[in-house]
């Protein structure tokens, strides 16, 4: 997908197809590419993470999730509502935040550097725990990628990124991106795995029964007498 250089713009650009990843999914105990979560984690990551953020910056209440009811796609629905009313109301997008982790800001300048590249990654991780198909933005991807790798040491040492996973050096934005964070651009769900191996393997015992049709039909030439 291509973004809108608009920042208000593209966080809804952004949310809009991560909802469209939340209602694809049919599975959320699907195993997701950060090790040890699920695809219900992955929402429920954001639903956590960002309320808190921009609780603590700018004393903006959004919805935390239901933990009564554990239904992602629900959470995610009133988180989006919420959050898209912030960056849509001037009076708030214009605001202060000032959190002691992150330092001090607008809101809309917090959205745009912190909330915005975390859905946008995190999009990658829901749609490849639930074989969905997703394309990131290219520009956006590499413009990620050169501000993290300028702070690279500060990040690796927050614990919150693994190890860079080695990709060949022509690989495309995405695939640098989601490796600098520590995961594999090649990751599959299991089920697609299983998929794929399920289709390979049929398409041997095609090429097998094949030829086996093939040897059945060769003509049969009488020995000539002597």
Request: include cysteine; hydrophobic fraction near 45%.
């Amino acid at each position: 997908m291509t973004l809108p250089d608009d920042p208000i713009a593209r966080y809804i650009a952004i949310a809009d197809t991560f909802t469209r990843l939340v209602a694809g999914t049919d599975d959320w105990d699907s195993p997701a590419p950060v090790a040890g979560w699920t695809a219900r984690d992955v929402v429920w990551h954001l639903v956590d993470w960002i309320p808190n953020l921009l609780g603590v910056g700018a004393a903006i209440n959004l919805p935390l999730r239901d933990t009564a009811v554990p239904d992602p796609a629900a959470d995610w629905a009133r988180f989006n509502e919420a959050m898209q009313a912030v960056v849509l109301e001037p009076g708030v997008r214009d605001g202060e935040f000032a959190h002691p982790m992150a330092g001090t800001m607008t809101v809309g300048t917090a959205v745009d550097m912190l909330v915005t590249p975390d859905v946008f990654m995190h999009s990658w991780d829901l749609a490849r725990a639930t074989s969905q198909p997703i394309e990131l933005d290219a520009d956006y991807s590499a413009g990620l990628l050169a501000g993290m790798e300028a702070m690279e040491d500060v990040l690796r040492s927050s614990g919150h990124y693994g190890q860079r996973v080695d990709v060949p050096d022509d690989a495309d934005p995405e695939s640098r991106l989601i490796a600098f964070i520590g995961l594999d651009p090649r990751w599959q769900s299991v089920s697609l795995e299983r998929a794929m191996q399920t289709k390979r393997m049929g398409l041997v015992l095609l090429i097998v029964a094949d030829e086996r049709t093939k040897a059945l039909r060769l003509p049969c030439h009488p020995i000539p007498q002597i």
